[in-house]
């Protein structure tokens, strides 16, 4: 379980920006063990697309998937998109393998 990783991205609907804190969970198979700093590269690369939450938390879960091989991953998004009266948040997820369908493993994870 890796928490609180920064990002910072432009939502492709309004144009507004959005930012705030992934939590990201896998379960490692075949021995691979991804390290912290890939996981925040991961983050970073795909938050400079234009992008909604859940489109950011799907394309960090599936490139982790591809990459690692793992047996389930599971993204949580944290945000606040800026709007004209104020932040408003916002909150997307992911999940990939034995957490797809899944509720009980995900349960309270990333809150």
Do not use: W
Request: a negative charge; hydrophobic letters at 45%; charged letters at 20%.
């Amino acid at each position: 379980l890796i928490r609180d990783v920064p990002f910072f991205s432009t939502a492709e609907d309004s144009l507004l920006p959005f930012y705030g804190r992934a939590h990201v969970g896998y379960v490692p198979s075949r021995g691979t063990i991804v390290g912290l700093s890939k996981v925040a590269r991961l983050a970073e690369v795909f938050a400079r697309r234009l992008q909604n939450p859940n489109a950011l938390a799907a394309d960090v879960a599936a490139a982790l998937h591809e990459g690692a091989a793992p047996r389930g991953v599971h993204v949580v998004l944290e945000a606040a998109q800026m709007g004209p009266f104020g932040p408003i948040p916002v909150r997307g997820e992911a999940a990939t393998g034995c957490f797809e369908g899944n509720d009980e493993d995900a349960d309270g994870y990333g809150a």
